[in-house]
């Protein structure tokens, strides 16, 4: 496989909900890991979709992670694969010559798992951010990992991932990365 291209990459921000946070193994690393990536990915340009699962059970997005996606727009979904829900499959089609699909999110063992298997079978290449997924349990979490990697997605990290597309400390956006990372 070649480096990643930041061109032909989005990301989906999945289901950072209110209800879910609470119960999450270690929920503050996960929030500030992916509030990182999130911030990072917006510096870089990236395009993202955020989803919630059954907005009307599970409540909205956290404000951190709405804060850093800028946005308070999100597409609800029934289905645990985002990728089985059409609103985000059409917006994700539409996106011209995207190869690349950045996941972050809860639940690693369901709703990150059955998208990354969608987004493999539909022919992307699913990038999972470990440190930017989690579940309940530890154990679900590192199992869907196996999992997905078994699948075919690539195993990175929100640091990694925000080096590789920069490529070079040269380009304009190195400072800000840099500073977000510390």
């Known amino acids: 496989m070649a480096n990643i291209n930041r061109g032909n990459t989005i990301a989906l921000i999945v289901d950072y909900q209110e209800k879910l946070m609470p119960v999450i193994y270690e929920k503050e690393k996960l929030l500030d890991n992916s509030v990182k990536l999130i911030n990072g990915l917006r510096i870089l340009g990236i395009p993202m ?11 909205m997005t956290v404000s951190q992670i709405v804060e850093a996606c800028g946005t308070i727009e999100y597409v609800d979904k029934k289905s645990f694969s985002c990728y089985e829900n059409k609103e985000v499959m059409d917006k994700v089609i539409n996106m011209q010559e995207i190869e690349n699909i ?9 709703c990150v798992l059955q998208t990354a298997i969608d987004l493999q079978k539909a022919g992307f290449t699913s990038l999972l951010v470990e440190d930017c997924i989690s579940s309940r349990k530890l154990n679900d979490k590192l199992i869907a990992i196996r999992r997905m990697e ?3 997605a ?7 991932i925000l080096f590789e597309f ?3 400390a040269e380009v304009a956006e190195f400072k800000q990365i840099s500073r977000l990372i510390k």
């Open 102 to 110: 950045i996941l972050c999110g809860i639940e690693a063992h369901i």
């Open 166 to 168: 920069m490529k070079s």
């Open 154 to 160: 690539v195993i990175t990290t929100y640091e990694s």
């Open 150 to 152: 078994r699948e075919g």
């Open 49 to 59: 979709i955020m989803t919630q699962q059954y907005t009307k059970g599970i409540g």
